[in-house]
């Protein structure tokens, strides 16, 4: 039997979605047509390990770390990852990437814009003074700013964006920020090669990923400019100023310092005196995100009810909510007492993510409890520890062991498709977020009440096994928690000696 979230049954495999981006043009499911998981990769993994960064740039206010995109797990599931930390009144500069991406607040809080071409900038902000003398004097309003939509996030949020939109980010909180992404650069929105590449709009920041093959053509790039003044590392930089000037209708000093080759302030900057920007209270933002919620709700049963198709309209990138928390206890899905909670996120309760065609699990196991054996069943699973630490264990088809080790808070692991994982958390108990490369990820449990030696005649396992027919009934019916189970008075013992 298969364990999914229960909304998971509602997305069948066979349909695909169509979104509109403001212009009105029709998006599909960006994996249609070819294989889904690391198409023509070579994922003969004969042993996993537990991996922490391998690049840090220390930038003025804060730091970005990068695992190696390079290390044979993460080529097997088509992904890179990297995680930033935002001092406060810190500002992690405008960028894109040539990939989808999916992020996970791991501790406190900020704002981020999202800056979607066509959309309309909804949030403006005018300054009234007064003209004239006498009776003769009137009140006006003045222009100040008008920008897309900011949005406040906190510890727990995920994060979804679309492939070459780009992002800002700033700490309004006042301790450090710490987000973790993940780019899918297997992905069919990104059309060049499987490089995880971002193009920063802004400084001179340091490149994030050691990319092959890119070292000896950025040399040459540098010798064909002859004499031009060196540039810097933003879009920018490698246009000619006096083009830029008149692009931009402002004079060429300003065109210049947009390609400020002399930054190295870094890809987070600090603002002093904390971002001015026009954004509601927190009060109102989160009104409003329950009221976009429902909306969203009520749009998707208006869209069951006409046959799973949707016209289009209320399905632009404008108008989609692009986070959702998952670290907030109420929400979970999956809740046992005595050993923890599991909370899915798929393409059902945030929509963004099918164009995107990634998926979240966030998971929090208690002292020594044991998240079910089981196998993810149409998706690779990247696997961030939050917190705490568990001895986990991975086999592959031939029933060998591919990892038999502890992860540890901070430190990352792929599980490849199929392969089978049981985890047991520590002393310090366990906490993690997995991301998943399908926007409707499914786990089938191998042990427990809905697993599948539950789903299995008694007789096959008594045969199977060689067993007896009351072992066989103990093996099928022993356990009746679902994904995650209560340590045994043994594990309680062991943890104590």
Not at 435 to 451: E, I, Q, Y
Request: hydrophobic letters at 30%; charged letters at 25%; a negative charge.
């Amino acid at each position: 039997m298969i364990s999914t979230h229960p909304i998971d049954s509602l997305h069948q495999s066979g349909q695909h979605s169509t979104i509109k981006d403001p212009a009105g043009n029709i998006s599909h499911d960006p994996r249609q047509g070819q294989q889904q998981f690391g198409s023509g990769r070579d994922c003969q993994i004969r042993n996993l390990d537990a991996l922490e960064p391998n690049n840090r740039i220390k930038s003025e206010a804060g730091q970005t770390e990068v695992w190696d995109e390079n290390n044979e797990q993460l080529q097997c599931a088509g992904v890179a990852v990297v995680r930033y930390t935002i001092e406060p009144r810190g500002l992690l500069l405008p960028s894109f990437t040539n990939a989808p991406s999916i992020a996970y607040v791991v501790q406190g809080r900020g704002i981020q814009g999202t800056l979607i071409p066509g959309c309309p900038e909804t949030y403006q902000s005018f300054q009234e003074f007064e003209r004239g003398q006498g009776r003769e004097q009137e009140q006006r309003e003045q222009f100040q700013d008008q920008h897309q939509k900011i949005q406040h996030y906190r510890e727990g949020d995920v994060l979804a964006l679309p492939a070459g939109v780009a992002k800002w980010c700033y700490n309004d909180g006042d301790r450090p920020l710490v987000i973790v992404a993940l780019l899918d650069t297997s992905n069919d929105a990104n059309q060049l090669d499987q490089n995880p590449r971002r193009f920063y709009l802004a400084g001179n920041p340091e490149e994030e990923h050691q990319q092959k093959g890119r070292q000896q053509g950025r040399q040459g790039q540098q010798g064909r400019r002859g004499q031009q003044e060196s540039a810097g590392n933003n879009i920018f930089s490698g246009f000619e100023v006096r083009l830029l000037a008149e692009a931009f209708g402002v004079s060429t000093e300003t065109a210049r310092k947009l390609q400020n080759p002399k930054d190295d302030r870094g890809n987070i900057i600090r603002v002093e005196g904390g971002l001015q920007v026009i954004r509601p209270p927190r009060s109102r933002e989160e009104q409003e995100r329950e009221q976009e919620r429902e909306q969203e709700r009520q749009r998707e049963r208006e869209r069951q009810g006409r046959g799973g198709r949707g016209n289009g309209l209320e399905e632009t990138l404008c108008s989609m909510r692009f986070r959702e928390n998952i670290g907030d206890p109420s929400r979970a899905d999956v809740y046992t007492p005595q050993a923890g909670r599991i909370s899915s996120l798929n393409s059902q309760n945030l929509p963004i993510l099918r164009l995107l065609q990634l998926s979240a699990e966030r998971g929090v196991l208690y002292r020594n409890a044991i998240k079910a054996p089981h196998y993810n069943l149409n998706a690779h699973s990247v696997v961030y520890v939050t917190k705490g630490q568990a001895q986990v264990q991975i086999v592959d088809d031939n029933g060998e062991s591919v990892f038999d080790g502890e992860l540890s808070e901070g430190q990352l692991l792929v599980e490849p498709q199929n392969f089978a994982v049981i985890k047991q958390a520590g002393n310090e108990g366990f906490e993690w977020i997995a991301f998943k490369t399908n926007d409707n990820a499914m786990r089938a449990p191998l042990a427990g009440r809905t697993s599948v030696m539950r789903a299995l005649p008694v007789e096959v396992i008594r045969h199977a096994y060689q067993i007896s027919q009351e072992e066989a009934r103990r093996l099928k019916f022993n356990r009746e928690e679902t994904a995650v189970f209560a340590p045994s008075s043994r594990s309680e013992r062991r943890a104590y000696a």
